[in-house]
């Protein structure tokens, strides 16, 4: 069989512990084989990020400003503890942060479903991808302990030096007080990314705030979304046959309970930190999470939801078998060539992406997969593989369905 054929490079950031392990893997087993593979290869573990002064990491970034897609692997974000075990000149930032702000993304994340690990809510029978808004409010906030009697007030001081000023609150004793902020630009590009991304895979779009307590700040993210849609989507949308729904929050939460999924939400900051958490432990768990980057203008940054699963790499090092699963990482890859060959007209690269994906969800379908997977499945009497006899058996599976 000859191998397929690509044009443009993915972006490949390659990244640490035991994802970098089975980073490696899935290429020799799953990807070389069968793709005449073209990639921009950064390496983001977190050495050649101390070697680089990170500068990789911005490289890697507009690398993918440049070429429009990219797949990522799980990379260490340092604490102090890193600082020592990798001997750090600084406590780097997280990759994931610096990529994000060059790319000015919004994070969109799905559960990836397998017949016999069913959701906990039982009507959702279809995925629920949730856009969180990864900029500003309580995220960037400024916040005081009031100790005593004082009035609080609001003071913006404009480019002439002219204040205006608003009560917060007349405090008669002791109390707490926070400052938040968002700006236009990083709403419009969260706006754009998320109509862009329910156009890119045909899902309907529903956004919440909580625009009837919050009149100016929430009615802002509203009035941005709607004024988007009305002026710049709506045909595309109506020509694509989805929607977009606007609804309070509370509205939203009762409505996406009572779903079958199959659409994307989109939240601001904190409403899609908390959200994401219930959603993805409501469908399994984290390790069956995708997430891609979409950035306003169109490029795509795709990965597992994850991080390096540093337990298991230690026992790696230690020479001791591990069970890891490595689907949420197989599903970057086939997300990232699936892209690539839609932007480069290439089916036979989409219809291998597609094939990769299915060929995780078939395995375990079949009853093949690693421990923590089997101890959400409700299969009877499942087949528990390491880390290695696993992505072969996806490979016999991806084999079949080429
Ligand atoms: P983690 O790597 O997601 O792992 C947390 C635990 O979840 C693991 O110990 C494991 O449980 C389970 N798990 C997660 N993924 C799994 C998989 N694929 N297969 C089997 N089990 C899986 O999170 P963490 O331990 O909090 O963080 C480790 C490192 O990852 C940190 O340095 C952090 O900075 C980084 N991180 C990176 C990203 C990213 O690059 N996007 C995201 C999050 C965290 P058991 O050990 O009980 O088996
Ligand atoms: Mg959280």
Not at 208 to 219: C, E, L, M, P, Q
Request: charge should be negative.
């Amino acid at each position: 069989m000859s191998k397929i054929q690509m044009t443009t490079p993915l972006v490949e950031m390659d990244g640490d512990e035991m994802t970098r392990i089975l980073w490696q893997m899935i290429k020799d087993e799953l990807i070389l084989p069968f793709v005449d593979l073209k990639t921009e290869y950064y390496d983001l573990g977190l050495e050649n990020r101390n070697n680089t002064d990170d500068k990789v990491t911005v490289e890697s970034a507009n690398a993918t400003k440049k070429y429009g897609v990219a797949v990522k692997c799980a990379t260490i974000t340092p604490n102090a503890a890193r600082m020592t075990e990798y001997n750090l000149k600084e406590m780097w930032k997280s990759p994931n942060g610096t990529i994000r702000s060059i790319l000015d993304g919004t994070v969109f994340r799905t559960p990836i479903l397998v017949k016999g690990i069913k959701p906990y809510v039982s009507n959702w029978t279809k995925p629920i991808t949730i856009a969180r808004h990864a900029y500003g409010d309580v995220y960037k906030n400024t916040e005081m302990k009031i100790e005593d009697a004082c009035k609080a007030e609001l003071v913006v001081t404009d480019k002439n030096g002219k204040e205006t000023r608003q009560l917060i609150h007349d405090f008669k004793g002791a109390g707490v007080l926070q400052g938040q902020h968002n700006t236009v630009d990083s709403i419009t590009s969260f706006a754009k990314s998320c109509f862009n991304y329910a156009l890119a895979t045909k899902q309907d779009l529903w956004f919440s705030t909580k625009d009837t307590i919050s009149k100016k700040y929430d009615h802002t993210f509203k009035d941005i979304f709607q004024d988007l849609y009305d002026n710049e989507y709506k045909d595309a949308f109506e020509k694509a046959g989805i929607t977009y729904f606007y609804t309070l929050i509370d509205d939203a939460v009762a409505r996406v309970i009572r779903s079958e999924g199959g659409f994307i939400w989109a939240l601001k900051n904190y409403d899609g930190d908390v959200m994401s958490d219930m959603v993805a432990t409501a469908y399994g768990d984290l390790s069956m999470m995708t997430s891609v980057l979409v950035s306003p203008d169109g490029n795509y940054e795709y990965e597992a939801a994850h991080g390096t699963v540093q337990r298991h790499y230690y026992k790696h090092l230690k020479g001791e078998e591990t069970s890891t699963n490595s689907i949420a990482t197989i599903a970057a890859w086939a997300g990232a060539l699936k892209k690539r060959g839609e932007l480069d007209k290439l089916p036979e690269l989409v219809h291998f992406g597609d094939c990769l994906f299915d060929a995780c969800v078939k395995t375990v379908e079949r009853g093949k997969m690693t421990k923590s997977l089997s101890s959400i499945s409700e299969c009877k009497e499942p087949v528990i593989l390491n880390s290695l006899d696993f992505i072969k058996a996806i490979r016999e599976t991806l084999e079949e369905l080429l």
